[in-house]
């Protein structure tokens, strides 16, 4: 199935000369959607994967119904300041500064392996932040599964030591 029918392109969005590739008309058509998930699951199902982390926001979308479909814990990386319990802490940097990203201290174990997932990778900066957060539990990252790679940006590259694996790609 050719995905990219269902990612609308946005120019100047969120701010001029940026063009957003827009996931909603992907998530409302029902056969585009259960498509990617079974992708993702198909791709990660010889992994040995023991938990899926998705990164917030819209890699939750993905991550909860692939970690069910894998009959392992959904595990929630957020921003600073949504966690209730005790947390690590990860600060990485933005285009325009710096944010960070938080998870529960008591999310991963020692050597589990961990697929992480998010909806797109772009420079990689979230995606390398989350892999910090999942090594500083003791935990290996068997793969990073995106939705959409564009390709351009480097994200890929920045994240070489890793199986990264993407399913729609823009160069």
């Given amino acids: ?10 120019p100047d969005f969120p701010q001029p000369g940026v063009l957003f590739r827009d996931i909603t008309p992907l998530l ?46 959904f595990i929630p990386v957020r921003k600073s300041g949504k966690l209730p319990a005790a947390r690590m802490s990860v600060e990485y940097a933005l285009e325009y500064g710096t944010s960070e990203l938080d998870i529960h201290q008591d999310a991963l174990s020692p050597g589990q392996n961990v697929a992480i997932v998010d909806d797109l990778i772009a420079t990689g900066g979230t995606a390398i ?43």
């Fill in 1 to 10: 199935m050719d995905l990219k029918q269902f990612i609308r392109d946005v």
């Fill in 129 to 171: 932040a989350t892999t910090k957060l999942v090594e500083l539990l003791g935990a290996r990252v068997a793969a990073l599964a995106f939705l959409v790679e564009l390709a351009g940006l480097g994200g890929r590259e920045r994240l070489k030591e890793y199986r990264v694996l993407s399913l729609i790609r823009y160069e």
């Fill in 28 to 73: 409302k058509e029902p056969a585009a959607f259960q498509y990617a998930i079974d992708w993702f699951r198909d791709q990660l199902s010889g992994l040995g994967v023991e938990a899926v982390v998705g990164i917030e926001s819209r890699g939750f979308i993905f991550a909860a119904p692939l970690a069910y479909q894998l009959a392992v814990p």
